[in-house]
């Protein structure tokens, strides 16, 4: 997540709502988790995830996830504050992302891109937020806006690992091209030898290579209902 001009402690969610958020985070599976933010370091997403609150539940309560509805309204709220300040403040980079942010971790990929978009007008060269913009496209079904969004943010950053992480993970999981999937991981572990998710890394350019015979833009059949 990009880290520019975090919110106070004022406007963070209650322990609640944060619980909540992880615990539909957590169900959403690989398909969310194997994308990295920006900013965000593997490392970062093991210690996120095992830091989580324990649920307060009796033995005769099952946890429920909240809906998409209920998302929308635990982002709107923790948001109101922040977009009550772009009404003097409309051009700060750094409060729209965080504002984008919110509606990002709450799976509301379409108002997070409103954001991002409205942060890179006036920071164009952030990568942390346009490689965030791009996840954020994939989510939503736009594997082309995604894919150019991603070689936006390498045209200013050409080794950025969570950029070109993100980008093999599309170009395979979108397009079925093993080749310039493959071509993004190498680049990334070329130029980025300290990389911590290097072992993730190397399994996923095995993986795609054992469907190298497949036509690029024929999805593949999924072999987990986790997959990415």
Same mark, same amino acid.
């Given at each position: 997540?990009?880290?520019?001009?975090?919110?106070?402690?004022?406007?963070?969610?209650?322990?609640?709502?944060?619980?909540?958020?992880?615990?539909i985070?957590?169900?959403?599976?690989i398909? /969310?988790?194997?994308?990295?933010?920006?900013?965000?370091?593997?490392?970062? /997403?093991?210690?996120?995830?095992?830091?989580?609150?324990?649920?307060?539940?009796? *033995?005769?309560?099952? %946890?429920?996830?909240?809906?998409?509805?209920? #998302?929308?309204?635990?982002?709107?709220?923790?948001a109101?504050?922040?977009? &009550?300040?772009?009404?003097?403040?409309?051009?700060?980079?750094? +409060?729209?992302?965080?504002?984008?942010?919110?509606?990002?971790?709450? $799976?509301? !990929?379409?108002?997070?891109?409103?954001?991002?978009?409205?942060? +890179?007008?006036? &920071?164009?060269?952030?990568?942390? /937020?346009?490689?965030?913009?791009?996840? *954020?496209?994939?989510?939503?079904?736009n594997?082309? *806006?995604?894919?150019?969004? !991603?070689?936006?943010?390498?045209s200013?950053?050409?080794?950025?690992?969570?950029?070109? !992480?993100?980008?093999?993970?599309?170009?395979?999981?979108?397009?079925?091209? /093993?080749?310039? *999937?493959?071509?993004?991981?190498?680049?990334? #572990?070329?130029?980025?030898?300290?990389?911590?998710?290097?072992?993730?890394? #190397? &399994?996923?350019?095995?993986?795609?290579?054992? $469907?190298?015979? %497949?036509?690029?833009?024929?999805? &593949?059949?999924?072999?987990?209902?986790?997959?990415?």
């Amino acid at each position: 997540m990009t880290d520019t001009n975090r919110t106070t402690s004022g406007e963070q969610w209650t322990s609640l709502q944060a619980y909540t958020l992880a615990v539909i985070c957590m169900l959403a599976g690989i398909a /969310v988790g194997w994308f990295f933010r920006g900013s965000q370091s593997p490392a970062t /997403v093991v210690s996120e995830t095992a830091s989580a609150p324990a649920p307060a539940a009796s *033995a005769n309560t099952v %946890a429920q996830p909240p809906t998409p509805a209920q #998302l929308q309204k635990m982002a709107d709220t923790q948001a109101g504050p922040l977009i &009550e300040r772009l009404n003097t403040d409309p051009t700060n980079a750094g +409060l729209l992302a965080n504002i984008g942010n919110i509606y990002y971790d709450a $799976h509301q !990929f379409p108002t997070a891109i409103d954001y991002y978009q409205r942060a +890179l007008q006036v &920071e164009p060269a952030n990568t942390d /937020v346009r490689t965030d913009m791009a996840t *954020a496209y994939w989510y939503t079904g736009n594997v082309d *806006a995604a894919i150019a969004e !991603f070689q936006k943010s390498l045209s200013y950053a050409p080794n950025k690992a969570n950029t070109l !992480f993100n980008l093999g993970l599309v170009e395979w999981q979108g397009k079925m091209d /093993v080749e310039k *999937a493959v071509a993004a991981w190498q680049k990334l #572990l070329d130029t980025n030898p300290n990389y911590e998710g290097k072992n993730k890394v #190397l &399994e996923l350019i095995a993986q795609a290579k054992k $469907h190298s015979g %497949a036509n690029p833009g024929t999805p &593949e059949k999924p072999t987990s209902k986790n997959g990415p």
